[in-house]
């Protein structure tokens, strides 16, 4: 197994990644996005929230939300979600198409 020596990489800055000084300015008057995004084949929304930094993904199947998230969603997570809500609502039909017998009313007789 080959071992890395940290002193060869040390001098060497790194381009890729963020130095610890750096600092990121917040506008709170700047329009956040909103358009939609795909990830993989799933369309994912952004919402803004209300006086905040953060922005709210919600999966869509279609026109139906199948979840929200503050983070970026992968897709797996997109396809896990629409997956759920697709299975919810297969079985919400078939709790409800049996119909309900009729509950007996117990007369008393007066005497």
């Given at each position: 197994?080959?071992?890395?020596?940290?002193?060869?990489?040390?001098?060497?800055?790194?381009?890729?990644?963020?130095?610890?000084r750096t600092v990121a300015r917040y506008e709170r008057d700047r329009q956040l996005p909103t358009s939609?995004?795909?990830?993989?084949?799933?369309?994912?929304?952004?919402?803004?929230?209300?006086?905040?930094?953060?922005?709210?993904?919600?999966?869509?199947?279609?026109?139906?939300?199948?979840?929200?998230?503050?983070?970026?969603?992968?897709?797996?997570?997109?396809?896990?979600a629409i997956k759920r809500l697709r299975a919810a609502t297969r079985a919400e039909p078939e709790k409800?198409?049996?119909?309900?017998?009729?509950?007996?009313?117990?007369?008393?007789?007066?005497?």
């Amino acid at each position: 197994m080959h071992r890395i020596n940290a002193a060869q990489h040390a001098g060497i800055p790194r381009r890729d990644t963020l130095s610890p000084r750096t600092v990121a300015r917040y506008e709170r008057d700047r329009q956040l996005p909103t358009s939609p995004i795909l990830v993989g084949k799933h369309v994912v929304m952004r919402r803004p929230l209300v006086d905040g930094v953060y922005i709210e993904y919600l999966i869509m199947d279609g026109n139906t939300i199948a979840a929200k998230q503050i983070s970026i969603p992968d897709e797996p997570t997109c396809a896990d979600a629409i997956k759920r809500l697709r299975a919810a609502t297969r079985a919400e039909p078939e709790k409800h198409s049996r119909p309900q017998k009729p509950r007996a009313f117990r007369i008393r007789e007066a005497s």
